[in-house]
């Protein structure tokens, strides 16, 4: 029988399905690697993105603190105002009460009744003046007990005097004030 050596064929066999063998790892390594990159490139970007916007919102949140503190000073400065307004308000109020007293006076003052004397203090009013007769006083003090403003009309002396040769009634009263009360200013 003849022989016929095989040997360098089998050899070239092999190294033939080596070199396939080493290609497909290699081809599997190099698609790994690629895989790898595209994978770890989508999170880079995704990383970097997060970082960007962080950034953004770090930037807006100091704008928001920047605007909290101009709201805080605004509100401070509405409050100072808002003072001011009432403390005005008061002292248009404070201006107008002697105003509404006088009228209300003069509105309940008869023909033949003077007042000499108009003092007022703290909320407490003396009134001292002349008339012809006592009911001209009684006419009187019913009309400022009738008045808004006067409250706790009392006679506190009345007595007959001369003047310029006229018998006359001199008279004290005194009276409480009902201010109206000041209403604070809401805005």
Known sequence: MIHINLLPSRASQKKDKMRGQLLALLLALIFTAGACGVVYSSLQNQVDDMKAEIARKEQRLQSLKKTLGEVAEFKKKKDELVGKL????????????????LD?????????????????????ITLSGLAFNEEMVAQFLKNLEASPNYKNVELQVIEQANQSGVRVNKFNVVAKVEASAAKPVQR
Do not use: M
């Open 104 to 124: 209300q006076l003069s509105l309940s003052l008869s023909e033949k009744l003077w007042l000499t004397s108009f003092k007022e203090a703290g909320g407490a």
């Open 86 to 101: 009432n403390v005005l308000d008061q002292l248009k109020q404070a201006k107008s009460g002697p105003v509404h007293l």
